[in-house]
């Protein structure tokens, strides 16, 4: 610490952490991440998180909810992508369920369909049968690093393949 700065005393740690709850939801975890670099002894960020909780600036389950429409409705993530966000949180199973019921079972297939879709060429009726399955292989890559599941992703490949 700069021996200019005014040391962080606990009120300040805690109108600080509230400040930067307020920009979006956070999580229990990046908030005692956040605070432990600011240097913040380890009881005091267990207090002050304590207190975030209890004042509503905090909430797992806010937050999980909002990072999964967030990833799912700009990015386009698939489940397993977003779990794994999720899990670096250290979100529960059953926030991250509960988190998953915001996602309707049609939207979810009409988003993977686009995105497989996106990456299609406009003809493919001439090609080969290595090429189509060259192809294949390459839109399921692209919809499995995006987080989609393996077995929804063959069933949309099938469809569009019509096999």
Known sequence: MNRFQNPLTPEKVLIKAQKFCLYRERSEAEMER????????PLVVDDILDQLIEDRFVSNKRFSEAYTRGKFNIKRWGKIKIRQGLKMHKISEDLIAQAF????????????EK?????????IEEWSSQERYELK???????????YESDLIFSVLNQIFKE
């Not at 956040?34 to 002894?41: F, I, L, T």
């Not at 019921?101 to 993977?112: G, K, N, P, R």
């Not at 292989?137 to 987080?147: V, Y």
């Open 34 to 41: 956040k605070m432990k670099e600011w240097g913040v002894a």
């Open 101 to 112: 019921l915001q996602i309707s079972s049609d939207e979810y297939v009409a988003t993977l």
């Open 115 to 123: 995105i497989i879709q996106k990456k299609m060429p406009e003809s």
């Open 137 to 147: 292989g390459t839109l399921f890559r692209t919809a499995a690093q995006k987080g």
